[in-house]
């Protein structure tokens, strides 16, 4: 499929050997166990853990990985997440990393754009959770010869500002890990997406069930790793209200090590005045047909993007409403960047939000969606391209708002009515 033919090779070394690496070698910066369970589930012995119908996958995956980091010793490798990370993408790309220590690989974990989410800035700060943001102009700065290869978790590298520059600097991709519907053939030595799977939290969860590292509630990085890949496991699944088998069976295996107080500390970090601002902007402009809500917030600044998604979030918890789509300008001062970001939530389990989204916006000229999505929720980005910046001129900014929401909402309601006319007046 999308393995590169390295790894039929990879696949037929012996298990047996090169198991526990050399302690004298291993960086004592971080704690981490030495020994680790020897990987039984490769042979099947615990098939109670993650469920009998992809319980091969996911040991076939783990084997794949663990013959993936056994190549990769003592490799320097960059994580790249999605420009605004979500914790299902902080905690599993956490998890990565530790896992990946035992091999001697080092990995740096990196973002773009922002932490805009209150929540995400809580759980970087109470877990110390180890995510750097590299802005294009970071990028520039640093020698990026020195790491041998990339990895996408929790996304497939068309939501990250820094994946072109890294491949134009020739780093090969080593891993996709990811639960997103498929947005591109992309070739990686290592390849695990799961469309169906709620959470990338949860793919990584089973392969630490599985034996790639052997949680130890006395070790603190391990019960916060824990406790992340809990809260991204959550917060994927709606509080769990939309996790499937593999979902509860990863969240009762990390019960045993997470710290629930940690966890709450994470959840009570409250909302900003700008991100109330904006919700309370969706409410008053938000439309409402067949059962769907749209609203567009008009401008925001690029460290409140993240309230987009949670007005979605709000706004789908209205009676007789199954799916809610917000967006707005997001503009960054310094750089004149201008995108339209948008946000799509939905309770119905019909309506498959990344076929709704490629559908309704379709692709640029280059043939790259302007979206897509996963179980019950969806995003889009659209650049301003020529038409940013301006916006001193009051005017100006106004009319390109207009026009913007009226295209959005009439590809929207496209899809909302089908036989209406399209455009709704306001
Ligand atoms: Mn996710």
């Known amino acids: 499929m999308h393995f590169n033919s390295s790894l039929t090779q990879i696949e037929s070394l012996p298990l047996t050997s090169d198991l526990t690496p050399d302690e004298a070698e291993i960086e004592d910066s971080v704690e981490v166990p030495l020994t680790r369970q020897p990987m039984t589930a490769l042979t099947g012995e615990s098939a109670n853990s993650v469920g009998q119908r992809n319980h091969s996958l996911v040991n076939q995956k783990t084997e794949e990985l663990y013959n993936t980091f056994l190549a990769h010793r003592q490799e320097r490798q960059l994580i790249i997440l999605q420009d ?80 072109p520059v890294v491949q134009q600097a020739g780093i090969p991709l ?89 966890l709450n500390a994470v959840l009570q970090a409250n909302r900003s005045k ?6 309370e902007r969706s409410l008053k402009n938000r439309i409402v047909q067949n059962n769907f809500s749209i609203a567009g917030v008009g401008y925001l ?23 809610a789509v917000v967006y707005g300008i997001v503009h960054d001062e310094d750089e004149e960047l201008e995108v339209v970001i948008g946000s799509l939530r939905t309770t119905k389990l019909t309506l498959d ?48 708002w207009e026009v913007f929401d009226a295209q959005i909402k009439q590809k929207l309601l496209r899809l909302v009515n089908p036989k209406d006319n399209p455009i709704q007046p306001e």
């Open 84 to 163: 605004f990370p979500d914790p299902d993408a902080l905690s599993s790309a956490w998890a990565y990393q530790l896992i990946a220590q035992q091999y001697e690989i080092k990995c740096d974990i990196v973002y773009a754009g922002a932490l805009s989410h209150q929540e995400n800035i809580a759980l970087v700060k109470l877990t110390g959770l180890p995510a750097q943001r590299w802005t294009l102009q970071t990028l520039k700065s640093k020698d990026i010869s020195s790491y041998h290869g990339f990895v996408l978790i929790d996304n497939q590298g068309t939501t990250s500002q820094l994946v």
């Open 174 to 262: 080593v891993a996709v890990i990811d639960h997103h519907s498929l947005q591109s053939d992309l070739k990686s030595e290592f390849f695990d997406v799961r469309p169906y799977v709620r959470a990338t939290a949860t793919i990584f969860t089973q392969y630490l069930q599985a034996g790639l590292l052997t949680l130890d509630s006395s070790i603190n990085h391990h019960v916060k790793c824990a406790t992340a890949l809990m809260h991204g496991l959550r917060s994927d699944t709606n509080r769990l209200m939309q996790a499937q088998e593999e979902d509860f069976m990863a969240a009762a295996y990390l019960s045993r090590f997470y710290d629930a107080q940690l």
């Open 274 to 279: 700008r991100v109330m601002d904006v919700i």
């Open 353 to 400: 939000p990344d076929e709704f989204i490629k559908e309704a916006f379709g692709q640029d000229s280059s043939g790259r969606f302007f979206g897509g999505g996963r179980t019950s929720a969806g995003g889009f980005e659209i650049p301003m391209g020529f038409l940013s910046g301006g916006n001193e001129n009051s005017g100006y900014a106004k009319m390109k």
């Open 301 to 323: 600044r690029y460290d409140d993007r993240d309230a987009i998604p949670q007005a979605a979030d709000f706004l789908v918890t209205e009676e007789n409403v199954h799916t």
